[in-house]
T-cell receptor, first 117, second 114 residues
């Protein structure tokens, strides 16, 4: 079955440091890939997505590129801020063709990021 | 409503009791999902509803778990004869439809089984 593996956390960085959170997946067909974020005291929300191979998702300075050859979707940000402290979840959903999605998401275990001033 | 609403936000119950968790999705969203988030674990899919289609129950961990969605809107997740391992945050999400992958999550119900 489908699965998502994230790098283990927690990750602690100083403000303005470079961030990478690794994510690899196992899936058949044409998965769409996502990063969701959960800020303290808030619900999960979509951060970015990519729906086909080589697509790059980006939002709020975060980026991730859909790499089919390495089955990866690593999250990066060049300069983190204290306000980026949150739990980050990588996820996938199966689709029957590129750009489609069945909606049902398979999540990784989450990575806790703490950014210090 | 403005967002996905879940109630109660916290529920403490004794082992063996039944509990009901409620989810009120965003108006107009036809798809509704239940996930479970256990301490140190990722999000575990439980069940999802899409319009009038039969629900996908493939993630329900045992027959003690059931869910219904009345009138295509509000959903109730029921756990019978609760066990301590059922303690988790139960998250509900909704989306516009099966092929629209952006899910909007509620804040969850923290269930503690003593």
């Amino acid at each position: 079955g489908d699965s998502v593996t994230q790098m283990e956390g927690p990750v602690t960085l100083s403000e303005e440091a470079f961030l990478t959170i690794n994510c690899t997946y196992t899936a058949t067909g044409y998965p769409s890939l996502f990063w969701y974020v959960q800020y303290p005291g808030e619900g999960l929300q979509l951060l970015l997505k990519a729906t086909k191979a080589d697509d790059k998702g980006s939002n709020k300075g975060f980026e991730a590129t859909y790499r089919k050859e390495t089955t990866s979707f690593h999250l990066e940000k060049g300069s983190v801020q204290v306000s980026d402290s949150a739990v980050y979840f990588c996820a996938l959903s199966e689709g029957r063709g590129w750009g489609t999605s069945y909606g049902k998401l398979t999540f990784g275990q989450g990575t806790i990021l703490t950014v210090h001033p | 409503g403005a967002g996905v609403s879940q109630s109660p936000s916290n529920k403490v119950t004794e082992k063996g009791k039944d509990v009901e968790l409620r989810c009120d999705p965003i108006s107009g969203h036809t798809a509704l999902y239940w996930y479970r988030q256990s301490l140190g674990q990722g999000l575990e899919f439980l069940i999802y509803f899409q319009g009038n289609s039969a629900p996908d129950k493939s993630g329900l961990p045992s027959d003690r778990f059931s869910a219904e969605r009345t009138g295509g809107s509000v959903s109730t997740l029921t756990i019978q004869r609760t066990q301590q391992e059922d303690s988790a945050v139960y998250l509900c999400a909704s989306s516009l439809g099966t092929f629209n992958e952006k899910l909007f999550f509620g804040s969850g119900t923290q269930l503690s089984v003593l």
